[in-house]
């Protein structure tokens, strides 16, 4: 099958989140699987557009309301990432330095899903399969659908990936000059509640939806910020496919980014020396336990409620533990978390910003990582620990739920069921005593790290899903 993946985010050329994560990985277990799968995102300013060689596969133009601009497409020469990379280049708009955050984003991401269209309805022949992630791809299947300049697509099938309902990139109708020509009386299809909404649109229009995990599937018909109802009712064509990880990527046998490279019989020793590297940069205590969170800075993480948790389990503990955050976000929890340093040096540090080669080093030398989400609709550090022997403690939650089994019901995590400051003390309550019974912690790495997260399975389910 021809499968062509859109999204706003594709690791190693722009990642912010999961998002890149994902869509740098099942490409490439599509292929493996005897499929061509491809990726084609918006070209921004990155370090991997400059380092690399492109071809110029589409030279054309795009028009979005009154003003046309041009389009270049550009194919990364050497297949390095597994799959076929294409890259949408829209001078003035998508080639900025951030995937997200500008005024214009609205703008930004429509020149770009109108880029595509136009460039794939030229191909000769039909894809199988677009796949499209997130609200920024969201109009790709009402387009696909109801625009006449898109007809010869109509025919191929359009699958929504909901990594998160949060974002949904709801714009005014004053900007529907901005959706090419469409008969208006298909406009229903585009809006939710009052505005032009890319999320509703493409979980009405979309051939097949999707969640990163059963349990988030259940759970948005009850709490998808105001898109329960609609959710609920074309729950009979979406299905929830937890999301898998890189294997290749993220190996702690074969990591570039680590001090020390080990296998889950050499864990005990790597970890200690992945630890005792990171302690003496950040100034803690590589004899104490280290508890860690990595992530985004907001509300959904529960990273609010942080410096509170980490403030009152430092103090509990008398000395007796360390703590490291890596993240950004919220700029008053980021200061919050920046103040706690002062209150306990040596045994709490943060770093605020983002690190993709820290992160590694964090899962690899951490003994315990927090994701106290209160919405988490897979996540992918769980099983990022889980793979570097490195216990999760997370709430009971969307994909937290589906991949963590607490220690006290024979599992290798430890689970809690609110997001509040009491319930992850004293998850973290537990996880010191774990941490001090060392045959228990030794037993539980060995079993996490065996654990098979990979792609294979799930890529395969998405392969089943196009076919059906
Ligand atoms: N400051 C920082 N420095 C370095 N690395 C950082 C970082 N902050 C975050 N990361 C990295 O970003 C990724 C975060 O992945 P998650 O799946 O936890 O979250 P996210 O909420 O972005 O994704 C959404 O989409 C994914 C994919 O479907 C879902 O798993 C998830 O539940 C959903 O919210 C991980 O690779 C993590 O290591």
């Known amino acids: 099958m021809e499968i062509i993946h859109l999204s706003a985010e594709c690791y ?4 912010v989140g999961g998002l890149g994560d994902v869509v740098g990985a099942l490409p ?11 990726v084609v995102m918006p070209a ?77 309805t030229q191909w000769e022949h039909r894809p199988d399969v677009i796949h499209c992630h997130d609200h ?26 909901i990594h998160n309902a949060q974002y949904q990139g709801q714009f005014g109708w004053d900007k529907l000059h901005y959706v090419p020509p469409f008969d208006l009386w298909k406009s229903g299809q585009l809006d939710w509640k009052g505005s032009i909404n890319p999320l509703a649109s493409a979980i009405k229009c979309a051939w097949r939806v999707t969640t990163v995990s059963p349990s988030y599937l259940e759970e948005i018909s009850f709490k998808a910020n105001g898109l329960e109802d609609l959710l609920a009712q074309e729950r009979a064509k979406s299905v929830g496919i937890l999301n898998g990880i890189d294997n290749e990527v993220w190996d702690p046998q074969n990591d570039p980014m680590l001090e020390k490279k080990y296998a889950i019989r050499t864990v005990e020793n790597g970890k200690k020396a992945n630890k005792e590297a990171l302690c003496r940069v950040f100034n803690l205590d590589p004899l104490k336990p280290l508890f860690t969170f990595i992530g985004r800075l907001v509300g959904e993480k529960g990273a609010d409620l942080l410096p509170d948790i980490f403030y009152n389990a430092l103090l509990q503990a008398n000395g007796g533990i360390n703590v490291l955050v890596l993240g950004s976000g919220d700029p008053q929890v980021e200061g919050r978390l920046m103040q706690l340093k002062e209150a306990f040096p040596g045994n709490y540090n943060a770093y605020i910003g983002y690190n993709e080669q820290l992160s590694h080093q964090i899962y690899a030398g951490a003994d315990f990582l927090l994701m106290p989400s209160r919405v988490e609709p897979c996540g992918l550090n769980q099983m990022y620990a889980l793979r ?20 006290g019901d024979g599992g290798f995590g430890i689970c809690h069921d609110q997001t509040s400051v009491w319930d992850v003390g004293h998850a973290i309550g537990r996880a010191y005593e774990l941490y001090h019974d060392e045959k228990h912690l030794k037993e539980i790495r060995k079993y996490m790290m065996q654990l098979d997260h990979s792609w294979d399975r799930a890529a395969q389910q998405y392969i089943d899903l196009y076919q059906i």
């Open 44 to 120: 921004y300013q990155t370090k991997f557009m400059q380092e690399n060689e492109f071809e110029v596969v589409y030279d054309g133009w795009g028009k979005l309301g009154f003003h046309n601009f041009p389009v270049r497409i550009f194919r990364e020469k050497t297949n390095k990432l597994g799959f076929d990379l294409y890259l949408v280049h829209i001078s003035g708009l998508l080639d900025r330095p951030n995937v997200y955050g500008y005024d214009d984003d609205t703008e930004r991401f429509l020149a770009y899903q109108i880029a595509v269209l136009d460039w794939i």
């Open 12 to 15: 190693p050329i722009a990642k």
């Open 136 to 161: 920024h791809t969201g109009l790709v299947p009402f387009m696909m659908a109801y625009c006449h300049q898109f007809k010869k697509l109509s025919t191929v099938p359009s699958i929504l990936t």
């Open 28 to 38: 490439k277990y599509q292929n493996k699987l005897g499929h061509v799968a491809k």
């Open 388 to 407: 570097y022997g490195t216990v999760p403690i997370v709430r009971r939650v969307g994909g937290l739920k589906d991949t963590v089994v607490d220690i």
